[in-house]
């Protein structure tokens, strides 16, 4: 059984920074493409930021670059995506979740119907 979960959401003032987690068990991790996607309230959901199972490719919003680093640790059987946010925007504010297996480019990062999805994790940026 997959189990995907998020954590290290919270509130946060306009330029402070979070990281959020994503554990992953019950497959292969280090085989899968994972990216992290969010939702904002009455907007459709959006590839944030994803990353190959090799780790050579790697996709960002252009809202969020220079600004978001995706990484992920599959040493000593730890199965985790890491997403480190800094100089926060009241526009990053949305549900964040993680996904196994997106198509990543460059260019693009698209879940593809058999992804796992984590609850998400609640980031709330004030002004």
């Known amino acids: 059984q997959v189990q995907v979960a998020e954590s290290g959401g919270g509130l946060v003032q306009a330029g402070g920074s979070l990281r959020l987690s994503c554990t992953v068990s019950?497959?292969?991790?280090?085989?899968?493409?994972v990216g992290w996607f969010r939702q904002a309230p009455g907007k459709e959901r959006e590839g944030v930021s994803c990353i190959s199972w090799t780790g050579r490719s790697t996709y960002y919003a252009d809202s969020v670059k220079g600004r978001f680093t995706i990484s992920k640790s599959v040493d000593n059987a730890e199965n985790t995506l890491y997403l480190q946010m800094s100089s926060l925007k009241p526009e990053d504010t949305a549900m964040y979740y993680c996904?196994?297996?997106?198509?990543?480019?460059?260019?693009?990062?698209?879940?593809?119907?058999?992804?796992?999805w984590g609850q998400g994790t609640q980031v709330s940026v004030s002004s």
């Open positions: 996904a196994t297996g997106p198509r990543v480019t460059s260019d693009s990062c698209r879940p593809v119907t058999d992804s796992y």
């Open positions: 019950g497959l292969t991790f280090r085989h899968y493409n």
